[in-house]
Each structure stands twice: as structure tokens, then as C-alpha cells.
T-cell receptor, first 115, second 113 residues
Framework: NAGVMQNPRHLVRRRGQEARLRCSPMKGHSHVYWYRQLPEEGLKFMVYLQKENIIDESGMPKERFSAEFPKEGPSILRIQQVVRGDSAAYFC?????????????FGPGTRLTVT | DQQVKQNSPSLSVQEGRISILNCDYTNSMFDYFLWYKKYPAEGPTFLISISSIKDKNEDGRFTVFLNKSAKHLSLHIVPSQPGDSAVYFCAASEGNAGNMLTFGGGTRLMVKP
């Protein structure tokens, strides 16, 4: 009974490069969420997706960041032209349904370091 | 503007005693609250949740209390065990705003043997 899977677990990128973070939800879950945790802070919501649809991207920076959840395959969070301030832990979560009262289950995270 | 606050960054408790972690919120539209536990280099693990129509929810050693008038919730762990040492986050969601969770900054719990 696999949980939420994220890869890579650690990613190092130089300034200006692109970062691609992948997330496979739990079996039976069709709702995916991305959160970012800066050092010594709580998690901050970025985006909520269902298959082939972005439902809420109110937490996404306006530039350089994009997310998708295709019909087949994992959800991808893409950061173009990374800067040092993008260094953080990025967590993906999934839930069975989209209503409230459905708990979100988190993956182990991808730690992005921008040098 | 922090809508969910955990004012104690850390808490130290003796094994076997009660741990009480507190959380305050400002958004009166929040109607669902959750507690997560997080170990270093791992993702948050769901612990327990409570709907705003309740004031208490219990699951084994974990109990969450909700005081809507005070916009305050707390997590009680009884008895505390060394394996409970972790960072605890409270989170809240607003029914009409979809599924976004708003997290507090976390409280680091240390349970001493």
C-alpha cells in the first residue's frame, strides 16, 4: 500500500537552471497538492490539481513556476530559471476527494538546493 | 498575515506526562482543522482532525480540542513517549475556499525519557 511518492528526494541546481519535481499520489487518490517549506517556517500552499486540471493556483508565484497533473503519469512541479530563494523543501500531498474533511497525505518531499 | 499561529516554538515534556500543543487562528471561516507530525527529512504525517461542528475528537493517545469562540485548538498527547519527539503542525481549511491547508509554524516537541 504505497504512500505518496516524490522524486528526486534531493535536487541541486545552479542558478538559471530548471528544476522538475515529480509526485505520484496514493493509489485511489485523484487530488494533488503542492506545498513549499522554507527553512524554519511552516508549509505554504502552492497549487491544487486534479487530473488534467489546475483547480487552485493561488499560492504559486506568478513567474517561473508551473504545475501539471496529466491524465497519465505523475504530477510535475516545474521551476524555470531557479534562484537561490527557491531553495526549500517541496512537499506533495494527495487526497481521495476534493471536499473538505478529506485528509491530505504527504510525500517525503524534495529538497531543492540552488547554488 | 499569519492566519494560523503556533506561539510556542518548542516544548519539553517528561516521558509518561501529558503534552499539550496549542494553536490559534484568526480566520473565522476555517471549518476543518488537522494536526500533523513531522520528523526531520520526512513529510508531515497526518495525526488527527476535527470538524468545526465538534469540540473534541479522540484517537488513542491523541485528543484534539476546539474552542471556536476563542479560535483556539489544542492537541493533547497522553501519555507522552520518546517516539513522539517531532515537530507538530496544526493546519486549517476553509470549506468555501477549496482544499488549501493553511499551516502554523510548528512546535518542536521533545519527550525526555
Amino acid at each position: 500500500n504505497a504512500g505518496v511518492m516524490q522524486n528526486p528526494r534531493h535536487l541541486v541546481r545552479r542558478r538559471g537552471q530548471e528544476a522538475r519535481l515529480r509526485c505520484s499520489p496514493m493509489k485511489g487518490h485523484s487530488h494533488v497538492y503542492w506545498y513549499r517549506q522554507l527553512p524554519e517556517e511552516g508549509l505554504k500552499f502552492m497549487v491544487y490539481l486534479q487530473k488534467e486540471n489546475i483547480i487552485d493556483e493561488s499560492g504559486m508565484p506568478k513567474e517561473r513556476f508551473s504545475a501539471e497533473f496529466p491524465k497519465e503519469g505523475p504530477s510535475i512541479l516545474r521551476i524555470q530559471q531557479v534562484v537561490r530563494g527557491d531553495s526549500a523543501a517541496y512537499f506533495c500531498a494527495s487526497s481521495k476527494s476534493g471536499g473538505t474533511n478529506y485528509e491530505q497525505y504527504f510525500g517525503p518531499g524534495t529538497r531543492l538546493t540552488v547554488t | 498575515d499569519q492566519q494560523v499561529k503556533q506561539n510556542s516554538p518548542s516544548l519539553s515534556v517528561q516521558e509518561g506526562r501529558i503534552s499539550i500543543l496549542n494553536c490559534d487562528y484568526t480566520n473565522s471561516m476555517f471549518d476543518y482543522f488537522l494536526w500533523y507530525k513531522k520528523y526531520p527529512a520526512e513529510g508531515p504525517t497526518f495525526l488527527i482532525s476535527i470538524s468545526s461542528i465538534k469540540d473534541k475528537n479522540e484517537d488513542g493517545r491523541f485528543t484534539v480540542f476546539l474552542n471556536k469562540s476563542a479560535k483556539h485548538l489544542s492537541l493533547h498527547i497522553v501519555p507522552s513517549q520518546p517516539g513522539d519527539s517531532a515537530v507538530y503542525f496544526c493546519a486549517a481549511s476553509e470549506g468555501n475556499a477549496g482544499n488549501m491547508l493553511t499551516f502554523g509554524g510548528g512546535t518542536r516537541l521533545m519527550v525526555k525519557p
